[in-house]
């Protein structure tokens, strides 16, 4: 029989990979990576987990091995994992979740991060866990089922939120934010994805790879517009979906990406380019200028 984790196991857990982050003083999302018990959404095992060589089996049963910064097989056959608990750290202090707050998480996989916001949003809150893939999807539907603040949707993530939301928290990279992820946004509201360009360039797609090439980008909406930053440089699968109409952006965004990726300060969304956008198409960009408030009338 398998025995599960502890919550002191998880709990020193918790503080390594919030210290590994960056963001030890977080003392709310070290409550929420302990109180979720990773191995609910990773399968019996034997697990693989991945590193630079590929795959490799867990020799042991011990949940203790999903205890580490470890990314862990979803569907290794398609390159699906639960991904960094460090880096997810870092992308859900970023975001912020406030008690009572909505949260769509897009691309979800079996629930394990979504748990964790839902922990931090409450029983006042929601989260909307949107997987595209219909049998991880019915995983989550499953390991969160005992969740009353998580509803799973079988969906494209592009399409979401439907209403407003105080959070998008996109767990699959793209080459342009979709226009519910920004127009969607609560004033104040906090967007998170992964900005990059695929490794299937010039081809079809014929499932899910990782990208070459990606920024964190965090993006809120302010009374003066949308501010942004890249928080982390990644590596996330391409979304499922997600065919460029241009494929010629993504020369333009590699070429951003070799300039100073970490000054971008705001996000044009529509309106007029500016000529010195960091990157820029004609109906968004990313500049390295801070959003100017409006002048008092």
């Not at 020799?59 to 997810?88: C, F, I, K, Q």
């Not at 991060?113 to 029983?123: F, H, K, P, Q, R």
């Not at 590596?235 to 065919?243: H, K």
């Not at 044009?268 to 959003?291: F, I, M, N, V």
């Amino acid at each position: 029989m398998l025995a599960g984790s502890t919550m002191e196991q998880r709990q020193h857990y918790a503080v390594r990979m919030l210290q590994k982050a960056g963001v030890l003083a977080d003392d709310r999302l070290a409550e929420a990576f302990s109180d979720v018990r990773r191995e609910d959404f990773l399968g019996r095992p034997p697990w693989l987990i991945q590193d630079r060589g590929g795959y490799r089996d867990v020799p042991s049963h011990d949940v203790a091995t999903l205890y580490e910064d470890v990314l862990v097989a979803l569907d290794a056959s398609r390159g699906l994992n639960n991904g960094s608990p460090s880096l997810h750290a870092l992308a859900i202090h970023s975001l912020a979740p406030r008690a009572g707050e909505t949260v769509i998480h897009a691309g979800a996989g079996t629930g394990y991060y979504s748990a964790i916001l839902a922990e931090l949003v409450g029983t006042n809150g929601r989260v909307l866990a949107i997987e595209y893939d219909a049998a991880l999807g019915d995983r989550a539907r499953t390991c969160l089922a005992d969740r009353a603040n998580i509803e799973v949707v079988r969906g494209n993530g592009l399409e979401w939120p439907k209403g407003e939301a105080d959070i998008v928290y996109v767990n699959f990279a793209v080459d342009r934010p979709a226009d519910p992820w920004i127009e969607r946004l609560k004033p104040g509201g906090r967007l998170l994805f992964p900005l990059g360009v695929p490794l299937f360039e010039g081809r079809k797609q014929k499932g899910p790879e990782y990208t070459a090439m990606a920024g964190f980008l965090l993006v809120r909406r302010e009374a003066e517009g949308y501010s942004a930053r890249f928080i982390e440089g990644v590596s996330f699968i391409w979304g499922e979906g997600v065919i460029p109409s241009d494929w010629a952006c993504h020369t333009r965004l590699r070429a951003a990406f070799a300039d100073n990726w970490r000054a971008v300060q705001s996000l044009r969304w529509k309106g007029t380019p500016a000529e010195d956008e960091w990157y820029s198409e004609p109906d968004w960009g990313l500049s390295t200028h801070a959003l100017v408030a409006a002048a008092a009338e």
